[in-house]
Nanobody, 124 residues
Framework: QVQLVESGGGLVQAGGSLRLSCAGS????????MGWFRQAPGKEREFVAA????????YYADSVKGRFTISRDNAKNTVYLQMSSLKPEDAAVYYC?????????????????WGQGTQVTVSS
């Protein structure tokens, strides 16, 4: 059982930046493909970004490509989401997820574990 704890959310002005972190509880953290998803009020949860076990492979939703960067530090059991040039439409609860060794599968929501989420609010 992997527990995931997100942090780093908050209120930011449009155009600003935030870095989200997700800490995993298990030493097996490096065996999981990791992903970030988000859910805005009244909308379905959507994929944001994913990163392979080694960190070499990454995959982004078109809506965040060029603005967000996913990275991981397996020595710290942590995955990050650096968000820049934030827009009001980026406001949502952001969730960290751990899934199998398939970055495309994770991007479709096929994950094994979810975090509790962290709120990101973007003011215009």
């Amino acid at each position: 059982q992997v527990q995931l704890v997100e942090s780093g959310g908050g209120l930011v002005q449009a155009g600003g930046s935030l870095r989200l972190s997700c800490a995993g509880s298990e030493r097996t953290f490096s065996t999981y493909t990791m992903g970030w998803f988000r859910q805005a009020p009244g909308k379905e949860r959507e994929f944001v970004a994913a990163i392979s076990r080694s960190g070499v492979g990454t995959y982004y939703a078109d809506s965040v490509k060029g603005r967000f960067t996913i990275s991981r530090d397996n020595a710290k059991n942590t995955v990050y989401l650096q968000m820049s040039s934030l827009k009001p439409e980026d406001a949502a609860v952001y969730y960290c997820a751990a899934g199998p060794n398939n970055i495309v599968a994770v991007s479709t929501g096929k994950v094994d574990y979810w975090g509790q989420g962290t709120q990101v609010t973007v003011s215009s």
